[in-house]
C-alpha cells in the first residue's frame, strides 16, 4: 500500500460519516458527493433558489475582477474565465494578480467573511503571494487591512487569510474560497496536458480535498475550459475537466446541465436517487394545496439523499420560507 490509509482501508472495517455539515449551499459538495463519495453523503437542501441564466462571467483584465465581487456573494460558485491571461514558467501572473484584486475588495467592504485561497501548484501559490504584497505596496490601506487578515482569530482560533496549494490545504476551510487553476495556453496559444501532481497517481483525491474547502462561496478562476482537456483518460485530468464543466454550468445559471454533469460522474447512484419515494403522492397533494393557497411549492427538494418532500414559498420570493418532512412510516 502506498499509504496508511489505503493500507486501513483494506484491513479495518470502515463506517462512513454521511452527514455534511460545512457548505452552506448543497452545490459546493454535490461534485465531491457524486465523484469520490458514491453520492452516499447527506447534505442540506438549499433555502436559496438556483440562479438561472446569468451569462458567463470573463475577464480580460485583472482590474476587472474587482466588480465581480457582489456577484461573488450572490451565488455558491463562481467561475470566472480568465481571457488572454498566458501560462508561462509554470504560473499565471493573470489569474494571480485578479484574485488579489478580488481579496482587496473582499476586505474593503468589510464582509467579515473569512478567505482561503487555494493554487494548484506550489509555484502558482507563490505567485499569488506576490500578487498580493505588490498590491499591498502599492495601496496603505490595503497593507493594513491584508496585515489584519493575516493573523485574524475568532475564539482563539486562526481564522485569517491563507495561500496554499493542493499538496498541503488538507484540513482548512474558509467561507470563501478562492481558487486559481493556473494552467492554460502559453504566449503562442498551445495548452500542454501537464497538470503537475493531478496528473500524477491519486490526483484526483487531492482535487477532491481543494474542491471542498469553502463554506459559503467558491470562486474559480480559470483561463482553462473543460473542453480545453484532451487527457481525459488520466483520472486527475477527468476529475478536473468534469469539476470545470461543472462549476461553469453552475455559474452561468444552468442547472440542467450541472445536474446533467453529476448524473454522468455515477450514473447508477444518481438514478437511485431519482426514484420516487413512497411519500411522492402525498408531497405533492400538500405542494397543490399550498399553490391553492397562492404559495409556491415544489417537491422532492434536494441533491442527494436526503430530500425535503414539500418546499414552499410566498410568490416572488428568492428562497424556500418553509419546509416538510413526511414520515408515513409509523
Known amino acids: 500500500a502506498d499509504s496508511f490509509l489505503a493500507q486501513s482501508a483494506r484491513n479495518l472495517p470502515s463506517t462512513l460519516l454521511a452527514w455534511h455539515y460545512r457548505s452552506r449551499y448543497e452545490a459546493l459538495i454535490s461534485f465531491s458527493n457524486a465523484a469520490f463519495y458514491g453520492g452516499e453523503l447527506y447534505t442540506i437542501p438549499d433555502r436559496q433558489l438556483a440562479l438561472r441564466d446569468s ?10 475582477a474587482a466588480a465581480l465581487v457582489p456577484q461573488i456573494l450572490s451565488r455558491p460558485i463562481s467561475f470566472i474565465h480568465c481571457e488572454s ?8 501572473a493573470g489569474e494571480a494578480a485578479s484574485i488579489a484584486q478580488i481579496v482587496r475588495t473582499l476586505l474593503s467592504s468589510e464582509t ?18 506576490g500578487a498580493l504584497d505588490s498590491l499591498a505596496e502599492a495601496d496603505p490601506a490595503f497593507a493594513s487591512l491584508l496585515e489584519a487578515e493575516y493573523v485574524r482569530e475568532e475564539d482563539d482560533q486562526f481564522c485569517g487569510l491563507f495561500v496554499k496549494n493542493l499538496e498541503n490545504i488538507q484540513g482548512d476551510e474558509r467561507d470563501i474560497i478562492l481558487m486559481s487553476v493556473c494552467y492554460g495556453r502559453d504566449v503562442n496559444g498551445r495548452i500542454l496536458m501537464n497538470f503537475g501532481p493531478i ?77 420516487e419515494q413512497t411519500s411522492a403522492a402525498l408531497a405533492k397533494q400538500i405542494a397543490t394545496a399550498l399553490k391553492a ?3 409556491d411549492a415544489d417537491t422532492q427538494i434536494g441533491q442527494s439523499r436526503f430530500r425535503c418532500d414539500v418546499a414552499g414559498r410566498s410568490q416572488r420570493a428568492t428562497q424556500h420560507q418553509v419546509g416538510l418532512l413526511i414520515d408515513i412510516t409509523g
Open 293 to 295: 393557497l397562492g404559495w
Open 199 to 275: 496528473n500524477q497517481r491519486g490526483g484526483e483525491k487531492r482535487l477532491n480535498v481543494i474542491f471542498s474547502r469553502a463554506r459559503q462561496h467558491m470562486v474559480l478562476l480559470s483561463s482553462l475550459r473543460h473542453s480545453d482537456i484532451t487527457n481525459d483518460y488520466n483520472d486527475g485530468a477527468n476529475a478536473l475537466k468534469n469539476f470545470l464543466h461543472y462549476a461553469e454550468s453552475l455559474s452561468r445559471g444552468d442547472v440542467a446541465l450541472a445536474r446533467q454533469v453529476l448524473d454522468g460522474l455515477n450514473p447508477l447512484k444518481r438514478a437511485a436517487l431519482s426514484l
Open 112 to 129: 467579515k467573511l473569512s478567505i482561503g485561497i487555494a493554487a494548484f501548484s506550489e509555484a502558482q501559490q507563490g505567485e499569488i503571494e
Open 85 to 92: 491571461m498566458p501560462y508561462e514558467n509554470r504560473r499565471n
Open 55 to 64: 451569462g458567463e462571467t470573463r475577464i480580460k483584465t485583472p482590474e476587472e
